[in-house]
């Protein structure tokens, strides 16, 4: 079956520490994005990407990095320089148009700092 | 600007119906969308509307939008204690495939 999976599905990062999440879907989307989400504030779009090599960013962009050298595989990077990572983090992926069963979304994982 | 709203949070007795409501301001979106969250999961879409429709009916759902106002709404017959979760609109604006989603509304289904 098709589908977007992410992994871990809990993650513990130190003061510091930069750590890679992963998404990777059997899709055969062209789009892909990272959303965050604290509770009360709905989703926030991190990074999108619509084609491979390519990929901008979203409204809470800074401390967190991406990279797109595969159409399956879309993994976002928390950086040190991301004061507040504790969250829970969504990738999403959809076709680039005439797509109205709109995003497919992984399970999450969920990022605590220690 | 491009805000979907929503009211944070709805409690419903069982067997009632439970009526989501959502403000979207793209008078251009092509398709508006219901995702349903559980706790600690994804989002799972559980409907859709083409812009150029009033209502969809799907079993116990039912959107209904006006497009002159901007607001969708989704209704849930016969609200049973799994229907319990977080529910999202999300519009998607015409010439791009980039979703905007609202703030969620949290529903808790009480027996």
Redesign the interface.
């Known amino acids: 079956d098709g589908g977007?999976t992410?992994s871990p599905k809990y993650l513990f990062r130190k003061e510091g520490q930069n750590v890679t999440l992963s998404c990777e879907q059997n899709l055969n989307h062209d789009?892909m994005?990272w959303?965050r989400q604290d509770p009360?504030?709905?989703?926030r779009?991190i990074y999108?990407s619509?084609i491979v090599n390519d990929f901008q960013k979203g409204d809470i962009a800074e401390g967190y990095s991406v990279s797109r050298e595969k159409k399956e595989s879309f993994p976002l990077t928390v950086t040190s320089a991301q004061k507040n990572p504790t969250a829970f983090y969504?990738c999403?992926s959809?076709?680039?148009?005439g797509?109205?069963?709109?995003?497919?979304?992984?399970?999450?994982t969920?990022l605590t700092v220690v | 600007g491009e805000d979907v709203e929503q009211s944070?949070f709805l409690s419903v007795r069982e067997g009632d119906s439970s009526v989501i409501n959502c403000t979207y301001t793209d008078s251009s979106s092509t398709?508006l969308?219901w995702?349903k969250q559980e706790p600690?999961?994804?989002?799972?879409?559980l409907t859709?509307i083409?812009s150029n429709m009033d209502m969809k009916q799907d079993q116990r759902l039912t959107v209904l939008l006006n497009k002159k106002d901007k607001h969708l709404s989704l209704r849930i017959a016969d609200t049973q204690t799994g229907d319990s979760a977080i529910y999202?609109c999300?519009e998607?604006p015409s010439g791009t495939?980039?979703?905007i989603?609202?703030?969620?509304t949290r529903l808790k289904v009480l027996a």
């Open positions: 977007i992410q789009a994005y959303y009360g504030q709905g989703l779009l999108y619509q969504l999403a959809n076709h680039k148009a797509d109205y069963y709109g995003y497919t979304f992984g399970s999450g969920r | 944070l398709y969308y995702y600690g999961a994804g989002l799972q879409l859709y083409f999202f999300a998607r495939y980039k979703y989603f609202g703030t969620g």
